[in-house]
């Protein structure tokens, strides 16, 4: 075969598959510009799913007109100077290849204007290269205008879905940013309609609600952390944000976001120490919704190891991981709210709902703010449960209780469940778990499918306290079972762990395990209760860690404020 030089065109076009893959990638690159050049008001506008049009518009500083038609030159930046620049790098953009990579797959028209100029200055390019120039008023900033995107590449467009869902990756990326520069007024504008308008007030909160709207926002509970005590690097990751309340989940984790010095990224280690974050508070097969900011010095980060920028690398990887992990689970612990009656319960209805702000500088720690709204519907940040005295028992399964704040009916069996989980929990981390002999050893024949789940989960099983001896083929003789399983449903307990996937092991399989045995020791819906024994359910409730949520992520109580009885009974 001959070895031959490929022509620039095709060389190009090449490079450029790599940064502009779809039409939301243009429009990434062309936010993160317009973010670079200290843009405060940034309007995208798409038609055809990006294919026909991408407009960007901004506010930022623009480009003097001697550099406009470098700026379309591959590797031509303003960001950085040397090698060792990329070690301290802020700004979005480094690489100078966005723009030479957009007009090698499409029809390009820039208009700038610079601080200082009467005039702005207008290239049209097309196949990279410079058709037209001349001068267009304009105010400072930026406009960029894509038209027929990957026109001449077929394979690419063929690659491309319906515009609906190109249109939907575009108004992911310009929400995300919207999320990451609060105090930016982002517009985006679909095929004449607006679909995203942001405030630009720098308030967090403001972004979310209009990227994920209001119910959320007002679930979101500002993260209170920042700093993390231990080790000097530890000690410079500072996460801020906010995270969903665990009563909004979502059944993807889409609605994960994480920023690292206000650079969107992607991580699945960081989706996972979130995800962490939330064990024992969300059902299964649901996920968080977070909104994330690492901040740390960029001599710890390498933003330089993925094509679109969209993966970073950290120099320490597992202080990353612990700093958000503590940062979101203690905001969790510390600032859940217990859930309230709905509020379509409430005859008189409040025209304004509880809204947790966050104050100063965006991404900055705040608080909730001081309710100026009706006592019913403040969301409190609570640590622990109030004193509560309990009245009685309703329908065989809720415990009714007074507190200072109203009344709380408590669902006996979830709240029973919290407090065995948080009880097993402890007694194995210390290996104390109490063992209760049968008088009678208790034979247990299992399915060979169920045997596999049983012979490979032996010595687990023993660490949970229960002692189980082979007895021939299938057989087993099961001689002692946990003390707070005993006279309960262990055999139910065994059962659901023998049909946990075969071969799912390790902290999974313990985690299965462990809140299997507290739903089984639980005390059940339907079980009349003394006085004496919902007392001491209610104080034990009380000294749990998490005590508004069971482990599967139900709640264990509603509220019903004194505000809201007054309400109900028309006395204000
Ligand atoms: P990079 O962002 O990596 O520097 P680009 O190809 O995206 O590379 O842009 C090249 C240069 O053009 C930038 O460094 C910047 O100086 C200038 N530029 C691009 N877009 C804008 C904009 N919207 N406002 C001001 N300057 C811009
Ligand atoms: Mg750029």
């Known amino acids: 075969m001959t070895i031959k030089v490929l022509d620039p065109r095709t060389v190009s076009q090449i490079a450029a598959g790599e940064v502009v893959e779809r039409p939301s990638s243009v429009v990434k690159e062309l936010v993160e510009n317009s973010l670079d050049a200290g843009a405060t008001q ?29 700026a379309f030159k591959r590797h031509a930046t303003s960001k950085l100077h040397s090698i060792g620049d990329l070690m301290s790098v802020s700004s979005l953009g480094f690489r100078g290849e966005a723009l030479p990579s957009v007009a090698a797959v499409a029809q390009v028209e820039m208009v700038t204007c610079a601080r200082g100029h009467l005039e702005g200055t207008r290239v049209g390019l097309e196949d990279g290269t410079v058709k037209q120039r001349g001068s267009q ?36 990326v310009v929400g995300q940013y919207a999320l990451a520069y609060p105090e930016v007024k982002f517009t985006l504008v679909v095929d004449g309609r607006t679909t995203l308008r942001t405030p630009g007030s720098g308030r967090l909160v403001d972004s979310v609600a209009q990227v994920y709207g209001l119910d959320i926002a007002q679930k979101m509970l500002p993260i209170e952390d920042s700093g993390w005590e231990s080790g000097a690097a530890a000690s410079s990751i500072i996460v801020t944000g906010m995270v969903g309340s665990p009563t909004v989940s979502r059944s993807s984790r ?81 600032l859940m709210p217990v859930p309230m009656i709905e509020e379509s319960a409430v005859a008189y209805r409040s025209p304004t709902a509880a809204r947790p702000v966050v104050d100063g500088s965006p991404w900055s720690v705040g608080l909730f703010e001081p309710a100026p709204m009706s006592p019913a519907h403040a969301i409190k940040p609570t640590t622990s449960l109030p004193l509560l005295r309990v009245l009685g028992q309703v329908s065989s399964s809720y415990i009714a209780a007074e507190g200072p704040e109203g009344l709380y009916l408590i669902d006996q069996h979830a709240a029973h469940e919290r407090v065995m989980w948080e009880k097993i929990g402890a007694q194995r981390q210390q290996h104390e778990i109490e063992v209760q002999g049968l008088l009678e050893p208790v034979t247990l024949e299992v399915s060979p499918r169920r045997n596999e789940a049983l012979r490979a989960n032996y010595e687990k099983l023993t660490e949970l306290g229960f002692s189980i001896e082979p007895f021939g083929d299938r ?35 313990l985690e299965k395990a462990t809140i299997s045995m507290a739903c089984h020791s639980a005390v059940r819906a339907g079980q009349t209760l003394t006085e004496s024994e919902m007392r001491e359910l209610v104080r034990e409730l009380e ?26 009974f028309g006395r204000e």
Request: hydrophobic share 40%; with cysteine.
């Open 42 to 70: 940034i309007s995208v506008e798409v038609g055809g799913g990006g294919v026909s049009l991408i407009r960007v518009v901004d506010n930022g500083e623009g480009i003097l007109l001697g550099e406009v038609e470098l």
């Open 543 to 568: 000294q749990t860690n998490v005590p508004h949520t069971c482990p599967h992520g139900r709640p264990t109580m509603i509220h019903l404020s004194s505000g809201q009885l007054r309400k109900q």
């Open 254 to 334: 889409s609605y994960l976001s994480f920023f690292v010095n206000r650079r969107w990224i992607t991580s699945r280690s960081l989706a996972w120490a979130v995800e962490e974050a939330y064990h024992g508070l969300l059902m299964e097969g649901r996920h968080p919704v977070a909104v994330l900011n690492i901040s740390l010095p960029s001599d710890l980060l390498d933003v330089n190891i993925h094509p679109t920028k969209a993966e970073v690398k950290f120099q320490q990887e597992r202080a990353v991981f612990v700093a958000v992990q503590k940062a979101v689970r203690q905001t969790l612990v510390e």
């Open 137 to 172: 008023s304009r105010s400072v900033g930026t406009t960029v205008a894509v038209r027929h995107l990957f026109r001449k590449m077929p394979a690419r467009l063929k690659f491309l879905k319906s515009p609906t869902t190109e249109n939907s990756h575009i108004a992911n």
């Open 475 to 509: 057989t087993y003789l099961v001689r002692a079972v946990p003390v707070l399983l005993h006279g309960k449903d262990w055999m139910g307990v065994l059962r659901e762990l023998m049909d946990a996937t075969p071969g799912e092991g390790g902290s999974d399989w």
